[in-house]
């Protein structure tokens, strides 16, 4: 089983910063790609950013959020800078990865870590 910890979710003010980190546990044999997802209130999920050999970025955060990994430790980051209110929601870690060898591609989630921008 592959399990997936976020922290580093809280409160901050309007233009401030948070890091975000997801730590992956567990048997893997490889990862496809790692990526952010956010779930406002009353909103769709949202895919916030993804990592493979290159980035990608949602519109919304381009240029204010920057996503990177430390594969030794397998975690994933998600920087976040010039924080908006729009931008809180519940942030989850994905990884798209193989157990085993012969094993098919899957999906794992993360339980979640709260981001609240407010003043």
């Known amino acids: 089983q592959v399990q997936l910890v976020e922290s580093g979710g809280g409160l901050v003010q309007p233009g401030g910063s948070l890091r975000l980190s997801c730590l992956a546990s567990?048997?893997?044999?490889?990862?496809?790609?790692l990526a952010w997802y956010r779930r406002a209130p009353g909103k769709q999920r949202e895919l916030v950013a993804t990592?493979?050999?290159?980035?990608r970025y949602a519109d919304s955060v381009k240029g204010r959020f920057t996503i990177s990994r430390d594969t030794a430790k397998r975690t994933v980051y998600l920087q976040m800078n010039s924080l908006k209110p729009e931008d809180t929601a519940l942030y989850y870690c994905?990884?798209?990865?193989?157990?085993?060898?012969?094993?098919?591609?899957?999906?794992?989630w993360g339980q979640g870590t709260q981001v609240t921008v407010s003043s």
């Open positions: 994905n990884v798209k990865a193989i157990r085993y060898s012969g094993d098919l591609l899957r999906d794992y």
């Open positions: 567990g048997s893997i044999f490889s990862i496809n790609s």
């Open positions: 990592i493979t050999s290159t980035t």
